[in-house]
């Protein structure tokens, strides 16, 4: 069965510095993929999907993630973090079976320090 | 594009009563909606899948009897928690697929509590 890791429940990261959520997947055929921000209280923003073709996938708010079939993973990227991230992040990918129903990881509480 | 609006943002209701969960496509046409739950600090669980026009399909564990879903039209799903109780409070978010593609759109979340 199809599976989302996101091995970090928890990131804290000082503003203006790099970041690297990870998420890992298991799925037998080429899976679809997405990455998902929660603010508070709020539903959920796509920040960036991959489908197919080019594995560095760029997104909105300068996230960017890389399709690595080799290692089961695609992990989201930002150069340098702002304030304004801080929140939730969901790895998720398409499930099989119909209806493209959609397995959410656990999800990556980011914290960004001043 | 691709805006879903949840009505409302949030309801307090009573133990016993029923409260109705709207979700709307705003610029497209949905034939699948999905409901989810999100407890504090946890991941989305995937409630059911809602399809324009037929039964929804619930998910393991989830009772179809009190959690009521319609789709009435390509564009509105409804989400009818009956005879509610306490641990029935929680975050719901639907979420709305076009016709074609893989993509969803996801709605801003009612939160329910019920006293």
């Known amino acids: 069965a199809q599976s989302v890791t996101q091995p970090d429940i928890h990131i804290t990261v000082s503003e203006g510095a790099s970041l690297e959520l990870r998420c890992n997947y298991s799925?037998?055929?080429?899976?679809?993929l997405f990455w998902y921000v929660q603010s508070p209280g709020q539903g959920l923003q796509l920040l960036l999907k991959y489908f197919s073709g080019d594995t560095l996938v760029q997104g909105i708010k300068g996230f960017e993630a890389e399709f690595k079939r080799s290692q089961s993973s695609f992990n989201l990227r930002k150069p340098s973090v702002h304030w304004s991230d801080a929140a939730e992040y969901f790895c998720?990918?398409?499930?099989?079976?119909?209806?493209?129903?959609?397995?959410f990881g656990a999800g990556t509480r980011l914290a960004v320090h001043p | 594009g691709a805006v879903v609006s949840q009505h409302p943002s949030w309801v307090i209701c009573k133990s016993g009563t029923s409260v109705k969960i709207e979700c709307r496509s705003l610029?497209?046409?949905?034939?699948?909606m999905f409901w989810y739950r999100q407890f504090p600090k946890q991941s989305l669980m995937l409630m059911a899948t809602?399809?324009?026009?037929?039964?929804?399909?619930?998910e393991q564990g989830v009772e179809k009897d009190k959690f009521l879903i319609n789709h009435a039209s390509l564009t509105l799903s409804t989400l009818t928690v009956t005879s509610a109780h306490p641990e029935d409070s929680s975050f719901y978010i639907c979420?709305?697929?076009?016709?074609?593609?893989?993509?969803?759109?996801f709605g801003p979340g009612t939160r329910l509590t019920v006293t």
């Open positions: 998720a990918v398409v499930r099989g079976g119909g209806y493209n129903k959609l397995i």
């Open positions: 809602s399809n324009e026009g037929s039964k929804a399909t619930y």
């Open positions: 610029d497209f046409q949905a034939t699948t």
């Open positions: 799925y037998g055929a080429t899976p679809y």
């Open positions: 979420s709305a697929r076009e016709t074609s593609g893989y993509e969803q759109y």
